[in-house]
């Protein structure tokens, strides 16, 4: 999700943030499994892979500002981490990691990110209600700049990661909630018992980091390990592409107990070659009016896609297909999923959530305490 653009409070100094206030994050590109530690030259650090919004937190010891992934604005939408952050940083700094929301009791918490993502509103009011009702947390995990002894700070993007490691953990060697420093280790191993075991409390999966890597803005120099399980759903529909011509994305659906067809999310990223293909496998299913015209409905609306074409093409639920997923989020896949192939084999009537794998629950707090 990309929150829009807003006002914020007056810019940080960059002079006193070593240059680093508008660096953009470095990201991750995906892998099947997690990497021996020594498959990289110098080693990796695994941490968990937190499902938040990314946030880079400036700090010149007057103003603090938190920008997104795009570097876009998100320090009005978080007021709490606002006031909350100044008085756990001892000096100006630039602090990378990720927005996280907490919810559950105590010994049974876990990440919701629904709840997260109801903080993007335009509407300030609605803004500072939630901040009361379901504040945010910070977990960091990557430090950009430090304080310097001329109470400005110094920038570390050139320095390999096992120093602004080093220089993280001593910044917040006594750090608060709503504050949290990242776990890490170096054992391969504990990394892939992280990520069978954290998922329990709505983590995303596992992020490798080369130790001896420098902060490289922008660019894909990290290794992220989700899951990635298959499922046989319904196709309920689907979206003629922006271009004006094919499929653009599949509606999915499974059944509920009940018996009831939900949909449950969608399926995209086809070539233009398949998706024309796509229009012409699926002729058959599509739903006509009273005059022979394809009928036409829309999907729920939500305040994401106010401006959005939610229109979609109707089809009989006979047809099947496999598609792989890495989560689900309530009873929706949390991210789009790939489609693998056609299950002609399966009855739509015995596609429902029961085949869907439950990860065993998981204390986030447990996850959040540093071992």
Not at 90 to 114: S, Y
Not at 300 to 316: M, N
């Amino acid at each position: 999700m990309t929150p829009r653009a807003a006002a914020t409070t007056p810019p940080t100094d960059p002079d006193r943030l070593g240059g680093v206030a508008a660096v953009s994050p470095m990201l991750a590109k995906a892998v099947a499994r997690v990497p021996d530690a020594d498959s990289v030259e110098g080693g990796l650090s695994y941490e968990p892979k937190w499902d938040g919004f990314r946030g880079v937190v400036s700090w010149d010891g007057e103003t603090l500002e938190i920008s997104s992934r795009g570097s876009k604005p998100l320090t009005r939408y978080f007021p709490e981490l606002v006031e909350a952050l100044p008085p756990l940083l001892p000096g100006p700094c630039v602090l990378d990691g990720e927005i996280v929301l907490r919810r559950g009791d105590a010994g049974n918490e876990r990440l919701d990110w629904d709840a997260l993502s109801q903080r993007i509103h335009p509407a300030a009011s609605r803004i500072a209600t939630l901040s009361t009702e379901t504040p945010a947390s910070f977990v960091a995990f990557d430090l950009l700049a430090e304080p310097a002894d001329d109470g400005a700070s110094v920038s570390l993007l050139d320095r390999p990661f096992r120093e602004r490691r080093a220089a993280l953990e001593r910044l917040l060697a006594d750090v608060a909630a709503p504050l949290h420093l990242s776990r890490t280790t170096t054992d391969a191993g504990t990394a892939r018992r992280w990520l069978d075991e954290f998922e329990g409390a709505g983590l995303d999966g596992v992020v490798a980091k080369p130790l001896d890597a420098p902060y490289a803005p922008g660019k894909r120099t990290l290794l992220k390990i989700k899951h990635h399980r298959t499922a046989d759903v319904v196709v309920l529909g689907y979206r003629v592409h922006k271009s004006g011509r094919g499929v653009g994305s599949l509606l999915l659906g499974l059944h509920d107990a009940a018996g009831e067809l939900r949909n449950v999310g969608g399926a995209s990223a086809f070539s233009d070659a398949r998706r024309l293909e796509l229009v012409d496998e699926l002729a058959d299913l599509v739903v006509h009016d009273a005059e022979g015209g394809v009928e036409h409905a829309e999907t729920e609306r939500s305040r994401f896609s106010s401006g959005k074409d939610v229109s979609y093409v109707p089809l009989r639920p006979e047809r099947v297909v496999e598609v792989r997923y890495d989560q689900m989020e309530g009873d929706r896949f949390r991210h789009t999923v790939q489609v693998e192939r056609w299950r002609d084999d399966r009855e739509a009537a015995s596609c429902g959530f029961d085949q869907l794998e439950v990860p065993a629950a998981y204390d986030l707090g447990e996850v959040l305490v540093r071992s």
